[in-house]
């Protein structure tokens, strides 16, 4: 008899870094693949659901503007509960360190269903750093039988922590899964990333910084920090700056306030994966405070300045691909001007290195699910 999946994930970042493993069980007849989106992003979530084929069996539709914790994780464990008992699934799959990640596996906790957890063991050591993130991924960590850890050293943060070795699998990060197939399809498929030419145009001849920036412990101080050190490197004749912006409004509202209008900026809206994917490609350089980003710029040979104080996602930086910069915009403009300016710094950083993965993690994934 074919095992049930119920797969359930809210955001962008969980959606990209689950599609290749729901691919591969769609395809795979040992199993029943259900799909549950919370939908805690609306916009975002649907852009990763359009270009990977994914149209999911439930969709709660939770996202509210400037949503709370509170109310977000509520409505969540109500809404997966309801999902749970409708499917009775054999498993439950939740990825990463969302709220909707965190009650998923809750959800599941309390109807007895076992709980697979990809990307999991990834600790920064600081429940503050990344908040509330840290304390989502303990929980799940404390709840899951089946832990597929990218990394060894996120295998290893599980053992410290009395998790059963039986159950913890070192299989790669799926991300790296799904930037090769969404860079080998767009390779095929050149209309995919054509929606950046008018952009590549405008900064000819200009060495491009690509940017992102959205947690929530930066929010206000941090923020504007940010703000400052970007104005002040799009400063340089030689350099733009091209940022989509993330849809929460506490980003939104400070960096629109901060940086519209500049010469040497783009803000631009978020963009679809294969844009996104695009954009790095043609970027010098990466500012971000996003995992997805520290993790697919090493494979992608881009140098990449992470924006937070703390990172679990040390591989990046023992690879020497990324560096933590933190939110002071001294550092940030030091150390991109470095990066733009000494050219022995730059070729030592611009490395392609995998040591997120080898893009085969969610085939091992199904079969550590087969033969739990
Ligand atoms: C969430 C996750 C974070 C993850 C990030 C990826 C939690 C607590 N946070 O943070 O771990 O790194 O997603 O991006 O789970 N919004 C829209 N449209 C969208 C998406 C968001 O308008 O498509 C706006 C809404 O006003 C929403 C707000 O952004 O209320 C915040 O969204 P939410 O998912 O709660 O938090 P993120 O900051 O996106
Ligand atoms: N990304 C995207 N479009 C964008 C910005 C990012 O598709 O405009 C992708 C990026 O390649 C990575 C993921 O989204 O795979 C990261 O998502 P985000 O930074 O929102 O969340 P985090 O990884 O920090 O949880």
Redesign the pocket.
Known sequence: MSMKILTIFG???EA??LFPLIHALEADPRFVSKVCVSAQHRA?LD??LAIAGIEPDHDLDLMRPDQSLNALTAALLTGLGRVMDAERPDWVVVQ???ATAMAGALSAYYRKIPVGHVEAGLRSGNIHHPWP?EVNRKIIGSIATLHAAPTETAAQALLRENVDPQTVHVTGNT?ID??HWIVARSEVERGLVSGLADLEARFAGKRIVGM?S??RENFGQGMRAIATAVRRIAARADVAVIF?V?LNPNVRGVMHAELAGLDNIALIE????P???R??AISTLLL??????Q??APALGKPVLVMRETTERPEGIEAGTARLVGTDPGRIVAETFRLLDDEAAYAAMARAHNPFGDGRAAGRIVELLAAG
């Not at 971000?288 to 980003?293: A, C, K, L």
């Open positions: 955001t962008r970042p990209i870094k975002m852009q990763v990463g360190d969302t993130e991300v799904a930037l992102t959205h947690r989509p993330h978020p963009l679809d994966y844009h996104f994917a954009l790095m971000t405070d996003s995992g997805g980003v993790e697919e």
